[in-house]
Nanobody, 125 residues
Framework: VQLQAYGGGSVQAGDSLRLSCAASGRSISFYTMGWFRQALGKEREFAAAISWSGRSTKYADSVKGRFTISRDNAKNTVYLQMNSLKPEDTAEYYC???????????????????WGQGTQVTVSS
């Protein structure tokens, strides 16, 4: 499966952005999907993930209450709505797919076999 993330940009603190991750090659309907981010000079970190059914979601504490992950299996697409953005949200954002069919959502990068290229989000104060 190929993943294409887009929707990043440069915004002011407090603004919103919606990232999209479009999958191709096969259906991601039964995949857990995750968003990770990596700031310059830092390790890649978990941001949010959603189970194949959409019934289970997990968020990093740093984004909880501000970010919302969702999916549209008919469109083979996953979204990350980011509100109240802060300068510390500045990072390259990556979407990833975990082929394990489960309602248990994994937050570790190693669980995700498929990765898209990143989309840059820059938040200025």
């Amino acid at each position: 499966v190929q993943l294409q993330a887009y929707g990043g940009g440069s915004v002011q603190a407090g603004d919103s952005l919606r990232l999209s991750c479009a999958a191709s090659g096969r259906s991601i309907s039964f995949y857990t999907m995750g968003w990770f981010r990596q700031a310059l000079g830092k390790e890649r970190e978990f941001a949010a993930a959603i189970s194949w059914s959409g019934r289970s979601t997990k968020y990093a504490d740093s984004v909880k209450g501000r970010f919302t992950i969702s999916r549209d299996n008919a469109k083979n697409t996953v979204y990350l709505q980011m509100n109240s953005l802060k300068p510390e949200d500045t990072a390259e954002y990556y979407c990833a797919a975990d082929a394990t069919i489960s309602e248990v959502v994994d937050t570790t990068p190693y669980a995700y076999a498929y990765w898209g290229q990143g989309t840059q989000v820059t938040v200025s104060s």
